[in-house]
């Protein structure tokens, strides 16, 4: 964890728990007492929270000497709103980045991507240079009054010239006739150029600057591709921004609501319980879904985050019914829960798309799991025969218990396809773990066995999905056996096919479902039976194994 991200963490465990001291905070980040009394220093020196014997209490003073900051009591719903912008950006983009608060917390959600940034935030541009990924481009002129930002455009050709994909971007208020204002003039000129240079511009607005009104104005409401904010704005604002036909995102504290463009009344919602915000495959599923939908004018998205919990999903099901969803498309994790979860919608009278998981009762949509698995199973033995001429020591098996016997096909399928190229494993050579679907989880589990066959330099794995697979090589160069190991993957995720283009890497390849194709393929299907059409009870996608051979193919480098 980088030092921004972690005292943004620190801040919000102090508005959680504010008599926390230092030991507690240095045990739950993990790191020493030092590093968090260096933080709290920086943080006091920012006027976000005060020292006080033991550890520090928050601060509702100014963040900076030309603005009256949003107090720490808005730092959650700018989390929300940073963390939903940073799923828009894509690999390789140019972007824009803000100096304010929000814009800084974006930069820990992008450290998975490489990018080109231009910023005249000066925190912003050092938080980015610790990732050490990006290209960080700072503009600006003279240092504002809080030394944290720069300001007044000696930039203007460079401006000029640049292509931005998007331009992250706000003020310190919005209201639809004056669209996003600042205070001081040079702002306005800076943030007009970069507007100007902008495919997309998100405006990222906390409720708190709703219906407020700068000085001078820089963007028009017309100008601004897509308005993110959180539940706290008022009905009637959300009402007004929606007549506008303004692409608005509300981020709340267990739901995201999308709206696209059209106010009009004859509408369809669309509920996603996704399975997890915190892995990039189902955050790719989610944001093919919300791409889909910016092309449509009948469509809101209603998206909540299932946190890989099967109480959590049942507690989502029942915020999706509250929405009057037309349909709800639920990724959840425990197949026990599914029957529980089926019951609210049937009696909601709500029909249901299963995604990888099967559902009884719900069209199911996504991974046809033997044939997956096979594909991994009969390279993963190529490889095997070729460079370890057929021997394997001993046979690593991250499953997930949790998905149910259907999901349990793609194990069955690796193994089977690994057994017809080089011949049975016997079964005291064969490890089953369970890779709880995260990579923390595998890590723990492949680290815990390597110990006890430290002289088996031929270990093959194979795994439920990418992130087991992830967390398995990360167990193996832990404990410096990387070269002893052989990985495949499933799924195909961002991640993975990263990690695949290394040509040392110990990760030969993943079985691809292509995750950003889901989301028009699921509007597609949730359409269908909207409109009363007949549907298969099981929608497959098409699999490729991915190699370092053939990924240029399918995902090639921008």
């Known amino acids: 964890m980088i030092g921004f ?34 933080d709290l220093t920086a943080l006091e020196e920012e006027h976000l929270v005060r020292r006080v014997r033991g550890g520090a209490v928050l601060t509702e003073r100014p963040l900076n000497g030309t603005a009256k900051a949003s107090t720490v009591a808005n730092m959650s719903a700018k989390q929300r709103i940073a963390h939903w ?30 990018l080109t940034v231009v910023t005249n935030g000066l925190r912003v541009a050092l938080a980015l240079a610790e990732q050490n990924k990006h290209t960080v481009i700072l503009v600006g002129g003279r240092v504002g009054q809080d030394g944290f930002y720069t300001i007044g455009t000696p930039n203007e050709p460079l401006l000029e010239t640049l292509h931005l994909n998007t331009a992250f971007i706000s003020g310190i208020g ?85 709206f696209i463009s059209d106010a009009s009344s004859n509408r369809l919602t669309i509920g996603f319980a996704n399975q997890s915000e915190a892995l990039p495959f189902a955050v790719d599923v989610r944001r093919g879904l919300e791409r889909t939908a910016v092309h449509r004018s009948d469509i809101d998205l209603v998206i909540v985050d299932n946190k890989l919990s099967g109480q959590v999903a049942l507690d989502m099901a029942d915020h999706l019914i509250e929405r009057d969803v037309n349909i709800a498309i639920e990724y959840q994790i425990d197949y026990r829960t599914g029957n529980l979860i089926m019951d609210k919608f049937r009696r909601a009278n709500i029909p249901v798309i299963a995604v990888d998981i099967p559902m009884v009762g719900a069209t199911f949509f996504g991974v046809d799991n033997y044939r997956a698995g096979h594909l991994a199973g009969v390279a993963l033995g190529e490889w095997v025969a ?83 697979a992830l967390g398995a090589l990360q167990a193996a160069r832990k404990n410096q056996r990387e070269r002893d190991v052989v990985i495949v993957g499933q799924g195909g995720d961002r991640l993975i096919r990263s990690e695949i283009r290394n ?20 509007m597609e299907l949730a359409l269908q039976i909207l409109r009363g059409e007949s549907v298969p009870p099981a929608v497959y996608i098409d699999h490729v194994f991915l190699t370092q051979e053939n990924l240029e193919q399918y995902y090639p480098v921008a």
């Open 5 to 38: 991200e972690r005292r943004q963490h620190i801040l919000r465990i102090l508005s959680e728990t504010p008599g926390i001291r230092v030991p507690e905070l240095a045990q739950q980040l993990d790191v020493s007492e030092g590093t968090i009394r260096n």
């Open 85 to 114: 912008a940073a799923e828009m950006v894509d690999e390789g983009d140019a972007i824009w980045l803000d100096a304010g608060t929000t814009g800084q917390l974006m930069v820990p959600h992008l450290q998975d991507r490489s």
């Open 174 to 258: 919005f209201t639809l006739d004056r669209g996003l204002t600042v205070r001081e003039f040079e702002d306005a000129q800076l943030k007009e150029k970069v507007v100007a240079a902008a495919d997309r511009v998100v405006a990222l607005v906390d409720s708190a600057k709703m219906g407020q009104q700068g000085l001078i104005p820089f963007a028009s409401a017309a100008q601004l591709s897509h308005l993110v904010t959180d539940s706290q704005v008022s009905a009637e604002f959300v009402q007004q921004i929606r007549q506008a036909q303004m692409n608005l995102t509300i981020c709340g504290e267990n739901t995201v609501r999308s």
């Open 386 to 468: 070729r460079e370890w001429n057929g021997r394997i020591d001993h046979l690593l098996v991250l499953e997930e218990p949790r998905a149910g016997s259907l999901p349990e096909a793609r194990i069955q399928g690796q193994i089977n396809g690994l057994q017809a190229v080089i011949g049975s494993i016997a079964a005291s050579r064969t490890h089953y773990l369970d890779c709880g679907n995260t990579s923390g989880v595998s890590e723990t589990a492949v680290s815990t066995i390597l110990p006890t066959i430290p002289h088996a330099r031929h270990i093959a794995i194979i795994c439920f999905n990418d992130e087991a």
């Open 503 to 522: 040509p040392r890497s110990r990760i030969i390849g993943s079985t691809a479902y292509m995750p950003e194709r889901y989301g028009e393929k699921l």
